[in-house]
């Protein structure tokens, strides 16, 4: 039986436990929701304050050049890149997840109609995150083509009846549960599709490698696991060899060829920088660029090898305290057990009052989230979350369900974000 002190031997053990450090972590608080936002890395306030009183309020239009604001879409995008299996070049730090998605999504059905032009159904999981299925949506209703949902254990089944793009989310938003990307990817090109890959759950958390999965395009976020800060730019790849076939949609000036040409016509730019609209949020890609540090600092400990096998033992620790210290409270482990087959979370569900278990649990300082409808999610970026917090938590929770405090009217309450 695992104890507290077990966790304590555990963190003084932990070669990683130093990087905390490198976050604003408020006393008396455990966070388990950096899959939704992370923390603020400690130089982050200083960096953007530099930016905004040296580089903006001294250095004025001059620091597009001279602090390098011009070209931080693919400097920024290699430091991802480098953590995604992308090769230099390859992916820009740009809008959001959903707008890129609508980029690369375009791109593929256009590719799919000039290759294979029967081919006109997008695949995707049913369960996967709906900006992306009501991104698929809408541009199935522009492209007059069909977006077909299934279930995960139906999608091998499923590709090659017409399919010309396989949209997937590596790591399940809802569920924790992880795609062998290079198998699925396998099987949609056998069947002669293309495949997208969400890694907004997979970037910075979990192993990924693009090319050795031979995948075509990827999207993801940047205020998860990369800690990039709230509304931070998200980020975009794709495969070299369908980087220069089509322009994307959203063909504004900063994916020109020569931006400050100024010539009316669109002439895109060679590779990924087509993938580029507009003037890019500079303060918010500098507040990425410190995340990016903080993820860095792990390198000398092992990087991504060091941070997953962390991970998967707090989310190992996590599911055993609680079933061994909350067992009898009704709650169904959703997340799988098997390590490939499971990112960075663990979620669990309960028929009754899950949304006001998780505001019962924020309020005493252990901050998770909820997803409807039954669904309390719970992050481990190992980064900064230790052992202890891991043992703390599942006390808290355990406290929550006896002292029956989670049916109080307050927390019944639901707010506009859960």
């Known amino acids: 039986m695992t ?3 077990d966790c304590r031997a555990r963190d003084a053990a932990d ?5 905390r450090d490198l976050f604003v972590l408020p006393d008396g608080v455990t966070y388990l929701d950096g899959n939704s936002l992370g923390p603020l890395p400690r130089a982050a ?37 480098s953590w995604i299996g992308a ?43 709906p900006t992306d299925l009501y991104i698929a949506q809408a541009l199935c209703a522009e492209r007059d083509c069909e977006l077909r949902l299934v279930e995960a254990e139906e999608l091998p089944a499923a590709l090659g009846d017409r399919v010309a793009v396989l949209l997937l989310t590596h790591v399940n938003y809802r569920t924790g549960a992880m795609h062998d990307m290079a198998a699925l990817t396998r099987a949609a090109h056998e069947g002669g599709a293309l495949a997208i890959w969400d890694l907004a759950h997979s970037a910075g958390a979990v192993p990924v490698d693009l090319h050795a999965a031979q995948a075509d395009f990827a999207i993801g976020c940047g205020y998860k696991y990369l800690n990039g800060g709230p509304g931070c730019p998200a980020f975009l790849w794709v495969h070299p060899k369908h980087a220069d076939r089509f322009s994307q949609p959203l063909a504004g000036w900063w994916g020109h060829a020569v931006p400050f040409e100024f010539t009316p016509e669109y002439r895109p730019a060679p590779g990924v920088a087509r993938y580029l609209c507009g003037t890019q949020p500079v303060l918010s890609m500098v507040g990425l660029d410190c995340g990016l540090d903080a993820l ?42 098997e390590h490939a087959d499971r990112g960075s979370q663990v979620c669990l569900a309960r028929e009754e009052g899950a949304y006001a278990i998780m505001q019962a649990l924020i309020a005493r300082g252990v901050i998770g989230d ?22 703390n938590a ?7 369900f006896e002292s029956d405090e989670w049916r109080q009217a307050r927390f019944q309450q639901r707010h506009a974000v859960t």
């Open 394 to 400: 599942v006390e808290h929770l355990r406290q929550v």
């Open 45 to 81: 306030a200083a960096r953007i304050a530099k930016a905004v009183e040296h580089e903006w309020g001294q250095g004025l239009i001059r620091s597009w050049n001279d602090a390098g604001w011009f070209a931080m879409p693919q400097r920024v995008g290699d430091r991802i890149g």
């Open 296 to 337: 860095d600092a792990s390198l000398p400990h092992g990087g991504m090898q060091a941070l997953r096998a962390k991970s998967l033992a707090l989310t190992d620790l996590f599911i055993g305290l609680v079933e061994q210290r909350c067992g009898d409270a009704g709650l169904r482990l959703v997340t799988p057990r």
């Open 15 to 19: 070669p990683l436990r130093p990087l």
């Open 3 to 5: 104890t507290l002190q």
């Open 87 to 129: 090769r230099a070049g390859e992916v820009v730090a740009t809008d959001t997840t959903s707008a890129n998605l609508y980029k690369v999504l375009s791109a593929a059905l256009s590719i799919a109609a000039q290759d294979r032009p029967g081919h006109r159904v997008v695949l995707s999981e049913r369960s996967n995150f």
């Open 370 to 391: 909820f997803r409807a409808p039954d669904i309390l999610r719970f992050g481990f970026t190992p980064l900064y979350v230790g052992f202890e917090d891991t043992w």
